[in-house]
């Protein structure tokens, strides 16, 4: 139960930041000593990968339209990896538990990266970019915390991640609402403006 509520939440948190759940998880074992955290995720290259592909992330995603096109990138690669993570939380089980992480954590986290990569698609809209920079750092912290809090309390923080995920499609479906109300309202403004066509009498007239 406790492995499939933390692939549960890691699952979700691999959708919004992969490298940061792999981070995460390894720094908390290789200083810990997790015995529910795979020894693979504390290698030191694994580490190093991660590190250097977050810190990629980290820039990218807080850029309006880059981390669009980040999130496009990473379609394939975060659900995967919220698979490969379920996996590997299932250790020596048998092939039925590792089948059910690797669809428990790839599921999960595909239905978050599509609620992240909507929503962003959504704050791009907003032409101020400090909105881009505070959604990233939410994200980031949501990631951390719901990680850290899984390797200790697992079902609590599955839970928790749960309500995100559910709390994340409301969100999605709110903003893509207002994005077709503001587009609706641009094209009715746009239909309602002047041509600049004269209205008044012609040049060559009397004017009597």
């Known amino acids: 139960?406790?492995?499939?509520?933390?692939?549960?939440?890691?699952?979700w948190a691999s959708g919004v930041n992969a490298y940061l759940v792999v981070l995460v998880l390894g720094l908390s074992?290789?200083?810990?000593?997790?015995?529910?955290?795979?020894?693979?995720?504390?290698?030191?290259?694994?580490?190093?990968?991660?590190a250097v592909l977050y810190g990629f992330e980290f820039i990218a995603d807080k850029i309006p339209y880059v981390d669009s096109v980040w999130d496009a990138v990473s379609t394939a690669i975060r659900p995967t990896a919220g698979a490969v993570v379920g996996v590997l939380l299932a250790g020596d089980a048998t092939s039925l538990p590792q089948a059910v992480g690797a669809v428990v954590g790839g599921g999960t986290a595909l239905l978050s990266?599509?609620?992240?990569?909507?929503?962003?698609?959504?704050?791009?809209?907003?032409?101020?970019?400090?909105?881009?920079?505070?959604?990233?750092?939410?994200?980031?912290?949501?990631?951390?915390?719901?990680?850290?809090?899984?390797?200790?309390?697992?079902?609590?923080?599955?839970?928790?991640?749960?309500?995100?995920?559910?709390?994340?499609?409301?969100?999605?479906?709110?903003?893509?609402?207002?994005?077709?109300?503001?587009?609706?309202?641009?094209?009715?403004?746009?239909?309602?403006?002047?041509?600049?066509r004269p209205t008044g009498r012609s040049p060559g007239g009397t004017g009597h």
């Not at 074992?29 to 991660?50: E, K, Q, S, Y």
Request: aromatic share 4%; net charge positive.
């Open 113 to 196: 990266h599509t609620i992240k990569a909507g929503t962003r698609l959504a704050v791009n809209t907003s032409p101020e970019p400090a909105s881009n920079v505070l959604v990233s750092v939410l994200e980031d912290l949501a990631v951390l915390g719901v990680v850290w809090f899984a390797i200790e309390h697992p079902v609590a923080a599955a839970g928790i991640a749960a309500v995100l995920l559910v709390a994340g499609g409301v969100l999605l479906v709110l903003a893509l609402r207002l994005v077709r109300q503001g587009w609706r309202a641009w094209r009715e403004r746009r239909q309602r403006r002047p041509t600049g």
């Open 29 to 50: 074992d290789r200083i810990a000593d997790r015995p529910d955290v795979p020894d693979v995720l504390a290698r030191a290259d694994v580490l190093a990968v991660a």
């Open 1 to 11: 139960m406790d492995s499939l509520a933390l692939t549960f939440s890691s699952g």
